[in-house]
C-alpha cells in the first residue's frame, strides 16, 4: 500500500492510531502503550509547545534517552509543526554546548532521568509534566511535507558537528519501499535500537509504527552486549532488523551463532564486503537481506538485493535508486558524466535530499551544486564509484576525511580538531585502524613527544561523542613525510604496530597471561602492548570485545572456562584477565582480586604520585 508522499508523519500516525487505538505501538521492559495513549500524550506534549509559542518550522531539542518517552515527546513535538533535534544525554557537555548554541533551539525536552543544565539554553521541559498536562487542542495540519522534521548531527570538518535537515518528504521513498515490497504481516514485531541522531533510528521507529505494528524499545545495555541483543530478539520474536556490517561481523563471530526467524535484513551506515554478504546469505538462509546505501543527508537511496541482484564472489554493488523520484549521476572533475568503467564522483537528486545545514548556508551551497543545463540541485556525496558496464555502481571509497566507524560517519579533523584544543599538542592526525576482527577503530598521533597520552585523551573525551573517540593516542617526536611532501600516514601506522612492546614483560608473564597476549595479538593484530595496558588503550572496540571472549572461550575450553563480556571490561588488562581467569578455572566463587564487580578500571596508574579517581554511576 502507498501512503501519501506529501503527508506528514504525525499525521500518518494520527490516522494509524484511530484505526488501531488499542492495538500496543510500543514495549520498553515491562511498560506497554497502546496506539490510543501514545497519540492523547504526545496530543498533550504537542498542546503544551504550542502554548509556549513553539511555531511550525521552529526546532525543539530533545534530551532523552531511546525510550518510550522520547518517542512520545518526539511525535509531539512534529504535532507541534516543529523539527526534532536529538541531543543525546551521553554526548559531552561540551559537545551539547555547541549544538545549543548554533541551533537556537525555541525549547528543550527532557526526563527526571537525564536532566539537561547548560548555559546555552533556558530552562528545559520535563516530559512527565508536559506528557499528563491537560492543554487545549491543536489544530490538524499545522506544517506540510516539506517542513522540517528532524535535525541530525553528524561529524563535521569544522570541529563543530554538522546540523543536517530532514523534512517529513525526504523519509517517505525509503518507507514506501518498505512498505510496498514487504508489507507487513499481522503479528510482526519491530524493534528500535539505533542511536537517535541518525536516520536508522527514523526507520526503525516508522515503518512499522505507521502501519500499526509493534515497536520494541531496546536498551543501550542490551544493544552493547552482542549475545544479549540476539537473546531479546529471539524471545520477543522480533521479525526484521536494519544492522550495520561491523555489529554484524562481530555477530558471526559469536560460536554456535544461529540466526533468528527474521523476515527482513537491512544492512545499512557501512559499506557491505563480499565476504560477510555471502555470510550472511547462508546463515540467514529464509531471510530477504537488501544493502541499502545512503549519508544522513541522503539516507536509502540505493538497494542491492543480496539474495537477488549479487552473486558471491563478485563485489557488492550500491544498488539501484530505491525510488523513482530519486537521480543519480558520476561525474569526474569537471562535472561531465564518465564513462562505463571509469571512476568518477557520484552525485545525487531529489526529493531524498536533506533540505540545508542548519544556520551554514556556505556549506549548504558547497554540498548542494547546479549541474549544467539542469534546475535542480545535486548532492555531492564525496564517495569514488566506477560506473560498470551493465549499470552498476562499484564502491571505491570515499575523497574526503570521513570514514565509517560502527555505523557512525567521523569526520578525522573534527577529531583532529578536539586534540588541537589541548595547547601542548602542536600537530595531530587521525586515521583508522582496521583490526583482523572486522571493526575499525581511530588511532590518533600527536606531536611533540611529550604530550601526555592521557591527558590528550581527557581533552577529547570533554568534546567528543564515544563512537568518535580514539582507541589510543600516540605521541611522537615528529611526523613521517613522503617524497612529495605529505604526511605519511601509511608508514606513521606501520611504526605504530611495529613497536616494540615490553619483552621483558612477556618473557616473565605466565603461562595464562601468554595465552590472554596470543589471544589479543590475534585480535587486535599488532603486539605493542604490555601485560598491564588496557585492551581499550591498545586499540579495542566495544565490538572486538566480542571477538577476544569468544577466542578465550576456545583456548581455555579444555579447562571448562565460562567467560562473559562483562568480565572483559572488569579486567580490562592482560594481568588482571589472566588472574581472573586462572581464579575461574580453580572454580573459586569469591572474587579475591580486590576489585568489585561494579569497579571498571579504564586506565592503570604507572605511578603513585597520583590520586586514583572514581567515577559513580547513578542509582538508576
Not at 506540510?144 to 570541529?159: K, N, Y
Not at 526484521?240 to 533468528?260: E, K, T, Y
Not at 598521533?445 to 567528543?464: I, N
Amino acid at each position: 500500500m502507498i501512503r501519501k508522499l506529501h503527508q506528514p508523519i504525525h499525521e500518518l500516525y494520527r490516522d494509524q492510531a484511530r484505526k488501531s487505538p488499542e492495538a500496543i505501538a510500543l514495549i520498553e521492559n515491562q511498560r506497554r502503550i497502546t496506539f490510543g495513549e501514545l497519540d492523547t500524550l504526545s496530543d498533550n506534549v504537542a498542546s503544551s509547545l504550542c502554548v509556549l509559542d513553539v511555531r511550525a518550522g521552529d526546532m525543539v531539542g530533545l534530551h532523552i534517552d531511546r525510550s518510550i518517552c522520547w518517542v512520545v515527546a518526539a511525535i509531539g513535538i512534529l504535532k507541534a509543526g516543529a523539527a526534532v533535534v536529538p541531543l543525546p544525554p551521553a554526548f559531552p557537555a561540551k559537545r551539547l554546548d555547541d549544538i545549543l548554541s548554533h541551533a537556537e533551539l525555541s525549547q528543550v525536552i527532557d526526563s527526571p532521568a537525564s536532566r539537561l543544565v547548560s548555559p546555552c539554553t533556558r530552562d528545559a521541559l520535563c516530559i512527565d509534566e508536559i506528557a499528563r498536562r491537560e492543554a487545549p487542542a491543536i489544530p490538524t495540519g499545522n506544517c506540510g511535507s516539506s517542513a522540517p522534521a528532524f535535525v541530525l548531527c553528524s561529524s563535521g570538518s569544522t570541529g563543530l558537528p554538522k546540523m543536517i535537515v530532514r523534512n517529513h518528504e525526504s523519509f517517505m521513498h525509503r518507507l514506501n519501499w518498505t512498505w510496498q515490497r514487504h508489507p507487513f504481516e499481522p503479528g510482526e514485531i519491530c524493534c528500535l535500537k539505533a542511536q537517535v541522531t541518525t536516520t536508522h533510528s527514523i526507520y526503525e521507529l516508522f515503518e512499522p509504527l505507521l502501519c500499526g505494528v509493534t515497536v520494541l524499545v531496546i536498551a543501550e545495555s542490551i544493544v552493547r552486549d552482542l549475545e544479549a541483543f540476539w537473546r531479546t530478539i529471539v524471545e520477543h520474536g522480533v521479525s526484521r532488523l536494519l544492522m550495520v556490517p561491523s555489529a554484524l561481523h562481530a555477530s558471526m563471530q559469536i560460536p554456535d551463532f544461529s540466526a533468528p526467524a527474521i523476515r527482513v535484513l537491512v544492512v545499512m551506515g557501512e559499506y557491505i564486503d563480499a565476504k560477510l554478504a555471502e555470510r550472511l546469505r547462508a546463515v540467514f538462509p529464509a531471510t530477504r537481506i537488501y544493502s541499502i546505501y545512503g549519508s544522513t543527508e541522503a539516507s536509502s537511496v540505493l538497494v542491492c538485493d543480496l539474495c537477488g541482484d549479487w552473486n558471491p564472489g563478485e563485489d557488492v554493488p550500491l544498488g539501484e535508486p530505491i525510488a523513482s523520484s530519486i537521480e543519480l549521476s558520476v561525474l569526474d572533475a569537471d562535472l561531465r558524466p564518465v564513462s562505463a568503467g571509469e571512476v568518477g564522483q557520484l552525485y545525487l537528486s531529489g526529493p531524498a535530499l536533506f533540505s540545508k545545514y542548519l544556520n551554514d548556508h556556505d556549506l549548504t551551497e558547497s554540498a548542494l551544486v547546479g549541474l549544467s543545463g539542469r534546475s535542480e540541485k545535486w548532492y555531492d556525496t564525496n564517495d569514488a564509484v566506477r560506473r560498470m558496464p551493465g549499470g552498476s555502481l562499484q564502491f571505491i571509497g570515499r575523497v574526503d576525511d570521513t570514514v565509517k566507524i560502527r555505523g557512525f560517519r567521523v569526520d578525522l579533523k573534527e577529531v583532529e580538531h578536539a586534540l588541537l584544543a589541548l595547547d601542548a599538542v602542536n600537530q595531530a592526525t587521525v586515521v583508522v585502524d582496521q583490526c583482523r576482527a572486522g571493526s575499525g577503530s581511530l588511532l590518533a598521533f600527536v606531536t611533540p613527544s611529550d604530550v601526555d597520552p592521557s591527558r590528550a585523551m581527557q581533552v577529547v573525551k570533554d568534546r567528543l561523542p564515544e563512537y568518535m573517540m580514539p582507541s589510543a593516542i600516540v605521541s611522537v617526536d615528529s611526523f613521517p613525510i613522503t617524497e612529495r611532501g605529505k604526511l605519511d600516514k601509511n608508514k606513521l601506522v606501520s611504526e605504530y604496530r611495529n613497536r616494540p612492546s615490553n619483552h621483558s614483560e612477556w618473557n616473565n608473564a605466565s603461562e595464562t597471561e601468554h595465552r590472554v597476549l596470543r589471544v589479543w595479538a590475534e585480535v587486535l593484530g599488532h603486539s605493542a602492548f604490555d601485560v598491564d595496558m588496557s585492551f581499550f588503550e591498545a586499540g579495542g572496540t566495544s565490538l572486538t570485545v566480542f571477538s577476544v571472549v569468544n577466542l578465550l572461550r576456545s583456548e581455555f575450553s579444555a579447562e571448562g572456562l565460562s567467560l562473559s563480556v562483562t568480565t572483559v571490561y572488569q579486567f580490562p588488562t592482560v594481568r588482571l584477565l589472566a588472574r581472573q581467569l586462572a581464579r575461574i578455572m580453580r572454580g573459586a566463587l569469591v572474587d579475591d582480586s580486590g576489585l568489585s564487580p561494579l569497579l571498571v578500571p579504564l586506565k592503570q596508574s604507572k605511578g603513585s604520585d597520583q590520586a586514583p579517581l572514581f567515577l559513580i554511576a547513578s542509582a538508576g
